[in-house]
Every structure is written in C-alpha cells, then in structure tokens.
C-alpha cells in the first residue's frame, strides 16, 4: 500500500506542477498534446484527424471537441486535405505555432526542475525500475 501510495502521490503533483504551466499559456493537458502533436509533425505542421486520434490515444468524439475548441482560440484551422479532396487536415496557425513553442519549452523547464532533486544515476535507476514494472504489468 505504501508503494501503490507513493506513486499516486506523486503523480498527483506531477500532474498539478504541469497543469500550471499548461495554465500559463492558455492551455490544459488536452489541448497542449493537441498542439505539442502537430508541432512534433514537422511542417507543415499539419495532421489528419484519424492521424491525430491515433497519435494522441482519444476517441474521434473527444478530438472533435478538442479541435472545436482550439479552432475557436484560433490555434489551429481545418484545412482541405491536398492529398485527398474529400478529407481535411488539422493544422497549426502561426498563432498555435508561436503558442505551442513557448509552452513546450517552459514544459521541458518545468520537467528539469522536478527531476533536479534527483542525481543522474538515480533518475537511470528509477527509470530502469519503473520500465520493469511497467513491462510487468503488461
């Protein structure tokens, strides 16, 4: 129980440390791995809807609502897919682009202050613990 507690104690901070500054650019969890998604991409810049569901790990319900949302703060725009007339892509404005940039480097900031109480060699260990039990419960 101590274990299992520790975890989820310390996702739960995890989770509000990042959700801080996910707050500070406009963003939540959701909407910041929308836009970190189609930054990874590359240019354009620009994914698929089911491209999108499938690198993000949501239903198509819970991606249409997130892309109403964006399109609405003007962080992305639905565009006709050039490659295929009766589909769309889902791409990021220069607006989302310069947004996304900004968080994802306060985000990486924020990762290297969490971890900083930690020397290198027990990061290496806990995460060679953590992939262990991860691969074990698999």
Known sequence: MGTIGRVKRLQARLSAEMDRVFSDHGLNAASFDVLATLRRSGPPYQLSPSALIEWTMVTSGTMTNRLDRLEKQGLIERRPNPEDG????????????????????????????????????????????????????D
């Open 86 to 137: 009766r589909g769309s892509v889902v791409a990021l404005t220069q607006e989302g682009f310069s947004l996304i940039d900004r968080a994802v480097s306060a985000h990486v900031e924020n990762q290297h202050r969490l971890l900083a109480g930690l020397s290198p060699e027990v990061r290496a260990a806990m995460d060679g613990i953590l992939t262990q039990w991860l691969e074990a419960l």
